[in-house]
């Protein structure tokens, strides 16, 4: 969700807590045309309601401001897999960022095994080396991965590296300036209609 559906500043620790902390559903924003996108591809090509889930770092003590926030913005509600907070025999506070994301991404693939999934992040954390892992585990359930450059040219060469492994297991790793380029990318290959 920070920096892929909501503007967070995710790379820069003081603007994201300037976000967080002054900013509420109403206030926050979302990159352009992201609700417009999440409800194409929700709506499908196919006449069926395809299921939207929403995997981040977050903790859950701001859900609430999430569930908001979507409503507001008119962004498809969908599962939210979120971080606890707290001890537990495998971390401190909380788990890291790749091991959470891993592990939730797993489990939905894994209780929706015949299911293919599009796979949305962005730049400025570790997603594009998770959904590459994600992609590699499990082969040709991966069709697309979106990754919105927000890191600028800093991480521009490491991301094609990781979408030229991703084409050797069939999945398409782009790295889009905006939600735009990953619309027209579902539109050709048939994943939302063109009039969505």
Not at 29 to 57: C, D, H, I, M, R
Not at 129 to 154: C, F, N, T
């Amino acid at each position: 969700i920070d920096d892929t559906v909501l503007h967070t500043d995710a790379t820069n620790l003081l603007k994201m807590a300037r976000n967080v902390f002054l900013n509420n559903a109403r206030t926050r924003l979302p990159f352009e045309g992201v609700a417009a996108f999440y409800q194409a591809l929700q709506k499908g090509t196919k006449g069926a309601f395809n299921p939207l889930f929403y995997v981040t770092s977050s903790s859950w003590n701001i859900y609430d401001l999430l569930v908001d926030f979507f409503q507001v913005r008119g962004i498809p509600l969908g599962p939210l897999f979120m971080v606890d907070l707290g001890l537990t025999d495998d971390y401190f506070v909380t788990p890291s960022h790749r091991q959470h994301k891993v592990a939730q991404i797993k489990a939905v693939l894994n209780a929706y095994p015949d299911l293919p999934f599009l796979l949305v992040g962005d730049s400025g954390q570790r997603d594009p080396e998770i959904y590459l892992q994600v992609a590699q585990e499990y082969p040709g359930r991966i069709p697309a991965v979106y990754i919105r450059d927000v890191a600028g040219d800093s991480r521009d060469v490491q991301v094609n590296e990781y979408a030229r492994a991703a084409a050797e297991v069939g999945c398409d790793l782009l790295l889009v300036k905006d939600t735009a380029a990953a619309s027209l990318h579902a539109t050709q290959k048939g994943y939302i209609l063109p009039e969505t």
